[in-house]
């Protein structure tokens, strides 16, 4: 009988283990780690400037806080010129021979930005995205009630001209006192680190009314240009 009780034991046991391999359940799943992961934006973007044309190499690009750093790779073995063109606006430089890199303050968003190998030969434009991240970029674009606006291209400075050593934003809660209301917010707009160059903005009720340009001159800043409604 003892012997019996034995095999018995043994097999319930092995049915036991059985059924713990055999009852359905699933073992925890190992994570694919073969799957690819989307690309982190990059922090500069890579053109190249080729025969056959302009090549983005880094279809988006986060900006940073000083602004959009960029890098120009002119493989045509001459010094040429390169086009960004945006909604709102358009700028241009130099891109010498070899690797140039660049840092400009064009707004988040889709751009265009081209190759222009000779001055009688027409832009080849590529697109671009910049994407704010972590730039801390305020929007410098007007929205004015009526759609009318004006603008002035700052005063004509001569070489030498000292700067003022204010903040831009006190220059213009002074320079324009009589045409900010009460309740207008003036506080400083584009990147916030951008060297040689301060936008401040006026805001009225949330919507941007005014906009003004400083650059760094001689011992402080001068205003370069200004864009306002027409009610500011």
Known sequence: MRFAVVIC?????????????????????????????PE??????????????????????????????????????????????????????????GTSHHVKDFPPGELRIGCHPARDAATDYAKMKVLAGSS????????????????????LYTPGTKGKKEDPVELVRSGFSKELAKGDVVETAGYPASEGVKTVRATRDGKVMAVFEYRLAKGGWIESGYSACAEF
């Not at 934006?41 to 080729?50: G, K, L, M």
């Not at 970029?137 to 009630?145: D, M, Q, R, T």
């Open 9 to 37: 034991l043994c097999a319930f046991a092995l049915a036991g283990c059985a059924g713990a391999a055999g009852d359905g359940s699933k073992e925890e799943a190992t994570p694919d780690d073969s799957t690819p992961k």
């Open 40 to 97: 982190r934006p990059h922090e500069t973007a890579r053109i190249s400037c080729e025969r056959d044309g302009t090549r983005v190499l880094t279809p988006e690009v986060r900006a940073q806080r000083d602004g959009v750093h960029f890098e120009i790779e002119n493989r045509l073995g001459k010094n040429i010129g390169f086009a960004i063109s945006t909604p709102e606006s358009g700028m241009g430089d130099n891109a010498p021979k």
């Open 136 to 155: 801390d970029y305020k929007s410098v674009e007007l929205e004015c009630p009526g759609g009318m606006s004006v603008s002035s291209g700052g005063g």
